[in-house]
C-alpha cells in the first residue's frame, strides 16, 4: 500500500473510530432500560472519551482534505445530539430523576432547546469558548447521579440550564482554548478520574460524599475550578486570546 493510500485509509479510520460513538450510546440506551444506571454512565464516558480525542485526530490526519465528501462535523454533531441530549433525556424520564408527572415535560425541554444549540452557528467563540450552555446534558445528569439532589432541585437545574442556552455566558472547551490550559487539561483528567469512581458508587447504598470524601472534595474542586473559568471569559469579554489550536 502506498503513502496516499495508508493516509486515506487512516483518515477513514478516524470517521470509524468517530461513529463508534454512537454505538456506544446505543449501549448506554440499552443500559437504561435495563435498569442499570451505572453501566449506562460508563457507556457515555466511553462514548464521551471518543468524543473528546477525535478532533485532535481527524486534524491530524487532515480528514477534511483526504475525505473532502463525508462531512466530519455533521457526524460529529448527530453522534453528540444522540449522546449528550437523547440518551440524558431517556435517563430523566426512566430513572425518575425529576418529580413525578414532570418527566416528559423535563425530557422534552431538554431535546427541544438543544436544538437550537446544534443550529446555532455562532455557538463558539473564537477562542473556542461555547456561548451559552453548550447541550452537555449528560455531565448534568452526571451531577445528579453524584450529588442526589432533591428531585425538585433537579428540576430547577434543568430549567436553570435550558434558560442559560440562549444567555452568552461562556462555557469552556478544556482541551481546545489555551488559555490557562497548562492548568485546565490536569483539572480536565482530575475530574475524569475522580468522576469515573463516583459514579461507581451505587446512590441506594451510600452517598458518594461518604463513600469517599476525598475524591468527592477533589471532583468539586475540579468542578469549581471550571465553573471559575467561564465565569471569567463571561464577564472579561476582552479576554479573547489571539491564537487557536
Given at each position: 500500500?502506498?503513502h496516499?493510500?495508508?493516509?486515506?485509509?487512516?483518515?477513514?479510520a478516524?470517521?470509524?473510530?468517530?461513529?463508534?460513538?454512537?454505538?456506544?450510546?446505543?449501549?448506554a440506551?440499552?443500559?437504561?432500560?435495563?435498569?442499570?444506571?451505572?453501566?449506562?454512565?460508563?457507556?457515555?464516558?466511553?462514548?464521551?472519551?471518543?468524543?473528546?480525542i477525535?478532533?485532535?485526530?481527524?486534524?491530524?490526519?487532515?480528514?477534511?482534505?483526504?475525505?473532502?465528501?463525508?462531512d466530519?462535523?455533521?457526524?460529529?454533531?448527530v453522534i453528540?445530539?444522540?449522546?449528550?441530549?437523547?440518551?440524558?433525556a431517556?435517563?430523566?424520564?426512566?430513572?425518575?430523576?425529576?418529580?413525578?408527572?414532570?418527566?416528559?415535560?423535563?425530557?422534552?425541554?431538554?431535546?427541544?432547546?438543544?436544538?437550537?444549540?446544534?443550529?446555532?452557528l455562532?455557538?463558539?467563540?473564537?477562542?473556542?469558548?461555547?456561548?451559552?450552555?453548550?447541550?452537555?446534558?449528560?455531565?448534568?445528569?452526571?451531577?445528579?447521579?453524584v450529588?442526589?439532589?432533591?428531585?425538585w432541585?433537579?428540576?430547577?437545574?434543568?430549567?436553570?440550564?435550558?434558560?442559560?442556552?440562549?444567555?452568552?455566558?461562556?462555557?469552556?472547551?478544556?482541551?481546545r482554548?489555551?488559555?490557562?490550559?497548562?492548568?485546565?487539561?490536569?483539572?480536565?483528567?482530575?475530574?475524569?478520574?475522580?468522576?469515573?469512581?463516583?459514579?461507581?458508587?451505587?446512590?441506594?447504598?451510600?452517598?458518594?460524599?461518604?463513600?469517599?470524601?476525598l475524591?468527592?472534595?477533589?471532583w468539586?474542586?475540579?468542578?469549581?475550578?471550571?465553573?471559575?473559568?467561564?465565569?471569567?471569559r463571561t464577564?472579561?469579554?476582552?479576554?479573547?486570546?489571539d491564537?487557536?489550536?
Amino acid at each position: 500500500m502506498d503513502h496516499h493510500k495508508r493516509v486515506v485509509a487512516a483518515a477513514w479510520a478516524v470517521h470509524a473510530f468517530t461513529a463508534s460513538g454512537i454505538v456506544l450510546g446505543f449501549l448506554a440506551v440499552v443500559a437504561i432500560l435495563e435498569g442499570d444506571q451505572i453501566a449506562a454512565f460508563m457507556w457515555l464516558g466511553l462514548a464521551l472519551f471518543v468524543d473528546a480525542i477525535d478532533g485532535t485526530l481527524a486534524r491530524k490526519v487532515r480528514v477534511e482534505e483526504l475525505t473532502p465528501r463525508i462531512d466530519g462535523r455533521t457526524l460529529d454533531n448527530v453522534i453528540d445530539y444522540f449522546n449528550y441530549v437523547a440518551v440524558p433525556a431517556l435517563m430523566v424520564y426512566w430513572f425518575g430523576v425529576v418529580p413525578e408527572g414532570w418527566e416528559v415535560a423535563a425530557a422534552a425541554c431538554m431535546l427541544a432547546v438543544s436544538c437550537y444549540t446544534f443550529a446555532n452557528l455562532d455557538v463558539k467563540t473564537e477562542d473556542y469558548f461555547f456561548s451559552g450552555f453548550p447541550a452537555l446534558w449528560n455531565l448534568v445528569v452526571l451531577y445528579f447521579h453524584v450529588l442526589q439532589l432533591n428531585p425538585w432541585t433537579n428540576l430547577a437545574v434543568i430549567a436553570i440550564m435550558a434558560v442559560l442556552t440562549f444567555v452568552p455566558i461562556k462555557f469552556v472547551h478544556p482541551l481546545r482554548v489555551k488559555k490557562f490550559r497548562i492548568v485546565t487539561v490536569p483539572m480536565t483528567v482530575l475530574w475524569a478520574a475522580t468522576s469515573l469512581r463516583l459514579v461507581l458508587i451505587h446512590p441506594d447504598v451510600r452517598k458518594a460524599a461518604e463513600a469517599s470524601p476525598l475524591l468527592f472534595w477533589l471532583w468539586v474542586m475540579s468542578s469549581v475550578y471550571f465553573a471559575a473559568i467561564c465565569l471569567w471569559r463571561t464577564f472579561d469579554p476582552d479576554a479573547v486570546e489571539d491564537g487557536n489550536r
